[in-house]
Every structure is written in C-alpha cells, then in structure tokens.
C-alpha cells in the first residue's frame, strides 16, 4: 500500500470515528435534554390535574377536567386500585391500547407509539368514590421526534461536509508529504542511471521537515559528489605522478641488469637512484592519502591552546631533527581555540619547506592583534618567480623541477597545507621575491 493512500485511510477512518463519537454524544445529550424538559413540563400539568380532581365529587365532573387537562397529543387514563379502568380520555385513536411499562420505584415511562416517542406520567389521586387511583397522563412527543429528525440530518450533513472537507485535507497532505519523496526517488534514480550526483531544488524559506530532508539529501548527495571526486583525483594524480619514478626505477634497473654486475659505479648509482625514487614514490603516495581523506575524518577537535607555546616546541623539534637555526620572535603566551594537532601538521610542513629550500636561518614570528593571530615563517632562500605564486597551492605543481627532485619534494605539501588551513579556518598568504626570501603568513581568526 502506496504512503499516500495509508494517509487517506487512516484519516478518513480517523475523522469518521471522530464525528461518529461527536454526533452520537450530541444526539443523546439533546434527546436526554428534550425528554426531561418535556417530563418536568407534564409532570406540572399532572400536579395541577390531581389538584383539580380533589375538589370534584362527581365522576362526570372529573371527565370534565381530564378532558380540560389532557395533552393536545396523548390521553389520560384513570385506574382504580382493582387495576379496574374508571376512565380514559384521549386526543389520538388508538393510545388507549398503550400500557406504559414502568421501572420499578419510577413514576415516568418514556415508550414508543406508533414509531413515535411517548411520555407518560403516573402519580395517585383520591377519585370521587374515596377510593386511590392512579392517573396515567399520556403525551406523544411529536415536536420532540421533529427536532430529533431535524438534528439527525443537521448532524448527518455535518459528518458528509466533514467527509468531505477530510478527504480533500487528506489528499493535499498526501500531495505535500509525498511529492518530496517522490523528487528524492526520481532524483536518486536519475542520479543511478546517468552516473551522476543530481540535487533537489529546496525553498530557501522552507523550515519543515520536508525541506529539511531536502537541505539534508543535497548535502548527503554533495558530500559523496565531494568523495568520488576525490578518489577520482586521487587516481588520476597517482597515474600521473607515479609515470616519473617508475620510469626512472625502470630505466636504472635495466641500467643494472645490463652493465650493473660488471661496473661497481653503474651498480652503486642505479642502487642509489632505485632507493631515492622509492622512498619519493612513498613520500608521494601518503600525502597523497592524506589529501584524499574525507571531511569526516578531518573534523576539528576545538580546545584552548596557547599557539606561541606551540610553535615554540613545533621549532624545538626542527632545531632537533635537522641542527638547523629556527629563531622566534614575539612573546607569550598567546591564546586561541583551534584544532592543535592539525596547527602542529600545517607548522610542519611550511617549516619544512622553508628548510628545504633555504641553507640560512628561518625566522618566525607570532603577533596577535584584536582580529586574530598572525604566524609569519620567513626563510631567505631562492625565493618564487611572482608568475608562480598564484599557482603554489595547486597539486603537483613545481617552482623547479630540478630544485625538488633534489631535495625530495613532491608539489603536494602547499596543497595539504592549503586543506588543513580551510579546515581550521584560518588564511595562508605568501610573499615571496626572487632572490631575497619567502615569507608563509597563517593568520587565524578569532572565534
């Protein structure tokens, strides 16, 4: 069963109980309200009847009366206390062959004559003998039977139009809850069939849970856009890149099989060469893992750091690694709320680059001013042709070919770097002059 008809079913049948309970409820509480209106009205006209009969001493006389009493629809009848018939009057044929069946210790009955409900009303009255009668009046409630006529269709119109208004509610909730769901199944088979990561198009105003499916099946749909793209990138880059090493691996093994045994020289250059290029293919392929790392894997775990202090042990541990000179200016502490093994990451690797590309000292200062704090590493190397420097975070991309073979880079660093700063929301700049130096600013905002 489709979604939209349970909704129409459940519904309908849920608005038709609904209504039934109501109109039952109302139908018995007005019949309960006419009948004791009109008991209390007869059962005064009955007290004023017995009060007349006590002052006749003549049975002709009591006709009279009953007949001066009697309710326009219905009659009144006498009885003797030998259950003997003393008098009957009436207005209708035929109610003097009605017997009210009375409960025990009640003096009111409420029947049925003739498909009509009937009133009848018994209290005990001294007749013109002496003796104690009981006076039974009668009252057909025909104005009562009308109004309940006239409420039964008042009700059943209410329940049809109801119906009716239910149906129409059913089928627009149907429409709003199911169309949704329907562009999500079109979408997601479009998407099977041609390959692709097709979106829906959501409100902007939207704030149901429709369109909040919607916003959340866009991003579901653009963050597996994002994965693919990146395996495809990493595929496409590994095939590319890897052509290089592999060729050279090949070449110095050929190399080696054919002069290698016989010449120590060829032999030890070729060993050399495979081993370089080996440990530059391994280099490559973990930063190049690192890149292809999913958003859910890179989350940020926000902590209060003090980043002087950080860069202070990141350049410790350069100064340990390498024995090179790696100078700070600026004081501490300085605080901020970032992600401190990511900071530590992207330290990391500018330092690294700066060392690889510069023989002198490389000097690095933090300042920290009221829009965030600013880490400015500067090495005075070569420097970067001004043509380059838009380009020097894009993958794979060498200032000099020559230069980073040389010093085992793989033009994958600035592109890591370039990620871990986005994902710590924070801003690489470059400066750079041929012949004078580098300098990386990271500069992170306050939170």
Known sequence: MKLKTKIHLFSTVLTLVILSMMNVGIYILFEKMAFDTEYKQLNIEVDELIAALSKVNKEADAA???????????????????????????????????????????????????GTPILTVSKPVIWVDGEVAEVQ????????????DFLRLILLSVMLVGMLLMTASSVTLGKIITNPIKKLINTMSQ??????????????????????????????????????????????????????????????????????????????ESVQAIVNETARMKEMIEQMLLLAKSNEQNKRHLEKIDVFNLVETTLQSMRTAYDRKFLLNGQGPIYANTDVEQLRQLLFIILDNARKYSEKEIKTTVLED?????????????????????????????????????TGGTGLGMAIAKDIAMRLTAELKIESAVGFGTTIHIFIPNT
């Open 64 to 114: 009279t009366i009953l007949r001066t009493y009697i309710p326009t629809n219905g009659g009144i009848r006498v009885i003797g206390g030998d259950e003997q018939l003393k008098l009957f009057v009436q207005t209708i044929d035929g109610v003097n062959d009605y017997y009210p069946n009375f409960k025990e210790g009640e003096r009111y009955s409420i029947g049925a004559f003739q």
């Open 370 to 406: 009221e829009k965030g704090i600013t880490i400015s590493i500067l090495d005075y190397g070569n420097g970067i042709p001004k043509k380059d420097l838009e380009h020097i975070f894009d993958r794979f991309y060498r200032v000099d070919e020559a230069r980073n073979r040389k």
């Open 137 to 148: 009046t009668m009252k057909i409630l025909v104005d009562v039977e009308k109004n309940l």
């Open 191 to 268: 998407s099977r069939l041609s390959g692709t990561y097709e979106k829906i198009v959501v409100s902007p105003n939207g704030k149901d849970e429709m369109a909040q499916m919607g916003i959340a099946f866009n991003e579901m749909m653009g963050q597996l856009e994002q994965n693919y793209k990146k395996q495809e990138q990493f595929v496409s880059d590994a095939s590319h890149e890897l052509k290089t090493p592999l060729t050279v691996i090949e070449s110095y093994a050929k190399l080696l099989t054919r002069h290698g045994f016989n010449n120590t020289a060829i032999a030890e």
